[in-house]
C-alpha cells in the first residue's frame, strides 16, 4: 500500500513539474528556453537553473520523496483555481522547486532571493511586506499555491482583482483602511530598495512627499484613512496606474 502511495506522489509531482507525458508515461523532452522561462528571473523562488538529465531525474525524483514537506494541489486543481494553463504551471513549478526543493519559502529565504534583483539597495523590508501578501495562510512560509494564486491574481486578474490585491499589501495591519503611517513604511521600503545610487538622487524626504501627494489624490473626505473603494476609484482615474497594470498582461 505505502509504495502504492509512492508511486502516486511520484506520478503527481512528474505531472506537475512537466517531466513526463501524460498520454504515454513517458519523459518529456527538454525544449529550448522560452520568454516564459526568462520572465522566472524576475520572480522570487523562480530563477532558471540547468535542466537535469532523464537520467538524473529517477535519481532527483526519489530524493524529493524523501525531503518534500509540502506537495501541491493537482495540476487540473491549480489550473482551475488559477488563470495559468497547464504548460504555465509546469514552467512556473519548475522554477519553484528548483529554488525551494521543500515545497515552500519562509520569509528569510525569499528574502535573500529577493535581495539578489536589488544589489544596490536594501530590499528586506520590502521583501517583507512581499511575503506578507503572498502569504495568505499567515503560517510563515509561502508554498507553490500561495505563489501561483498571488501571482495569477497580479498578471491574469481583472483591474479590481489586482487593485485589490495591491490595496492588501498597503494595508499592514489588515484593518480595512491605509493610514498615513503605513504608507509611509511602504514608501521607504521601495526607496531603500532602489538604493542612494540612482540617478536623479532621490532626497530623503522624497517618501513623505510621495505619501502626502498619495493622500492628497486618494482620501477623498479628508479622514485621514484610505479605504478600498477611495484606493480603486482613485486609481482607475489615473492614467499611469492603469498604463502600469497593464504592463505585464503577455509576460507570461
Known amino acids: ?34 520568454i516564459k522561462q526568462r520572465f522566472l528571473k524576475l520572480l522570487p523562488c523562480c530563477k532558471p537553473s540547468t535542466a537535469p538529465s532523464i537520467a538524473q531525474n529517477s535519481v532527483e525524483d526519489d530524493f524529493e520523496l524523501s525531503t518534500v514537506c509540502h506537495r501541491p494541489e493537482s495540476m487540473d486543481k491549480l489550473e482551475e483555481l488559477t488563470k495559468f494553463t497547464k504548460k504555465e504551471l509546469q514552467v512556473l513549478y519548475r522554477g519553484f522547486k528548483n529554488e525551494c526543493p521543500s515545497g515552500v519559502v519562509n520569509e528569510e529565504n525569499f528574502k535573500t532571493i529577493y535581495s539578489q534583483f536589488f544589489p544596490q539597495g536594501d530590499s528586506s523590508m520590502y521583501a517583507h511586506f512581499l511575503f506578507e501578501a503572498f502569504d495568505t495562510n499567515k503560517n510563515g512560509s509561502v508554498s507553490f499555491e500561495d505563489f501561483v494564486f498571488g501571482l495569477s491574481i497580479i498578471l491574469r486578474g481583472t483591474i479590481n482583482d489586482r487593485l485589490n490585491w495591491a490595496f492588501n499589501l498597503y494595508d499592514l495591519n489588515k484593518d480595512g483602511c491605509i493610514t498615513k503611517e503605513e504608507m509611509l513604511d511602504i514608501m521607504k521600503s521601495i526607496y531603500d ?43 482607475k482615474k489615473d492614467e499611469n496606474i492603469m498604463q502600469s497594470m497593464q504592463l505585464f498582461d503577455n509576460v507570461i
Not at 518529456?28 to 522560452?34: D, L, N, V
Open 193 to 235: 530598495m532602489m538604493g542612494k545610487y540612482t540617478y536623479p538622487t532621490m532626497q530623503d524626504d522624497a517618501p513623505i512627499e510621495h505619501v502626502e501627494s498619495f493622500f492628497q489624490k486618494m482620501d477623498q473626505n479628508k479622514d485621514g484613512v484610505v479605504t478600498i473603494e477611495e484606493f480603486i476609484e482613485s486609481c
Open 1 to 34: 500500500m505505502k509504495a502504492k502511495n509512492r508511486d502516486q506522489s511520484l506520478s503527481d509531482s512528474r505531472e506537475l513539474d512537466g517531466s513526463y507525458d501524460q498520454l504515454t508515461g513517458n519523459p518529456t523532452s527538454q525544449s529550448k528556453k522560452t
